[in-house]
T-cell receptor, first 108, second 115 residues
Framework: DAKTTQPNSMESNEEEPVHLPCNHS???????IHWYRQLPSQGPEYVIH???SNVNNRMASLAIAEDRKSSTLILHRATLRDAAVYYC?????????FGAGTRLTVKP | DTGVSQNPRHKITKRGQNVTFRCDPI?????LYWYRQTLGQGPEFLTY????????KSRLLSDRFSAERPKGSFSTLEIQRTEQGDSAMYLC?????????????FGPGTRLTVT
């Protein structure tokens, strides 16, 4: 299973962009890179996923390095509701293995 | 799409008692997953079903734990002879089918407290 490294915590100001990094140097060729977030007292929420190309959706953008050993989740304009723990997960087919994630604090 | 629901949301039980949790996935989803999450940690995979078949179980799933998905719809997770170490949030998730190109949708969880 691929191991991930994420910062324990990050801070952002409201309405500013946030770049959340993730290293997954042991990722296999068939692993998709999934990002989930978990708000306090809630179950995890899907954010975005990709394989090789950069991806955009209404929540965020995902930039994947060319060698796929790292990725960055981009929140274009952070809001207070984006304060959560963000998990980066290389995922193939079965069990999804969460690490400790990055706790994002958004300051007004 | 009504989302994944879990019942009960909270359960307090005494050590040694049995408890059962229920998960109702999104209706057209074939895959159903169970996770456990303790305070300050990320969710840990327990087991998953493809329709009614239980295809994988984590080593975390001791013989006191059993999960079923009898008709390929809702699922139950039973813990027998609960221990204080079982205190955690139990999360259920579902996905349209297998394969890493599909995202998982999580329920709100059942918080178990064993006294």
């Amino acid at each position: 299973d691929a191991k991930t490294t994420q910062p324990n915590s990050m801070e952002s100001n409201e309405e500013e962009p946030v770049h959340l990094p993730c290293n997954h140097s042991t990722i296999s060729g068939t692993d998709y890179i999934h990002w989930y977030r978990q708000l306090p007292s809630q179950g995890p929420e899907y954010v975005i996923h990709g394989l090789t190309s950069n991806v955009n959706n209404r929540m965020a953008s995902l930039a994947i390095a060319e060698d796929r050993k790292s990725s960055t989740l981009i929140l274009h304009r952070a809001t207070l509701r984006d304060a959560a723990v963000y998990y980066c997960i290389p995922y193939n087919n079965n069990d999804m293995r969460f690490g400790a994630g990055t706790r994002l604090t958004v300051k007004p | 799409d009504t989302g994944v629901s879990q019942n009960p949301r909270h359960k307090i039980t005494k050590r040694g008692q049995n408890v059962t949790f229920r998960c109702d996935p999104i209706s057209e989803h074939n895959r159903l997953y169970w996770y456990r999450q303790t305070l300050g940690q990320g969710p840990e995979f327990l087991t998953y079903f493809q329709n009614e078949a239980q295809l994988e179980k984590s080593r975390l799933l001791s013989d006191r734990f059993s999960a079923e998905r009898p008709k390929g719809s809702f699922s139950t997770l039973e813990i027998q002879r609960t221990e204080q170490g079982d205190s955690a949030m139990y999360l259920c998730a579902s996905s349209r089918t297998g394969g890493a190109s599909y995202e998982q949708y999580f329920g709100p969880g059942t918080r178990l407290t064993v006294t």
